[in-house]
């Protein structure tokens, strides 16, 4: 099994980020649209605001996956004793 690139991670969260925002920006302009042509009397601001709220959760969504560490699952912790450490003898509580 091949090792992935740094670059082709990059480039897949790129892909993701743009795919994800893009979705989010034509969710929020549709109901934008339902809202303004239902509610609002069509009136241009809901779609102005579906857009923009669209627009800020993909860049919201992007910012997180850009600034997430690499996340390791580790299925069996060993904890070593330091070297030199003398383990304690347990007490009794009295």
Not at 53 to 72: D, K, R, S, T
Request: proline share 6%.
């Amino acid at each position: 099994m091949a090792a992935s690139r740094s670059e082709d991670i990059l480039g897949q969260k790129w892909d993701r980020c743009v795919a994800d925002t893009l979705i989010k920006i034509g969710g929020g302009l549709t109901l934008g649209v339902v809202f303004s042509a239902i509610v609002f009397k069509r009136r241009p601001w809901p779609l102005v605001f579906g857009l923009g709220f669209g627009a800020g959760m993909g860049y919201a969504n992007c910012q997180h996956e850009f600034n997430e560490p690499f996340l390791v699952k580790a299925d069996k912790v060993i904890v070593k004793p330091k070297a030199g450490a003398v383990p304690e003898a347990p007490t009794e509580a009295q």
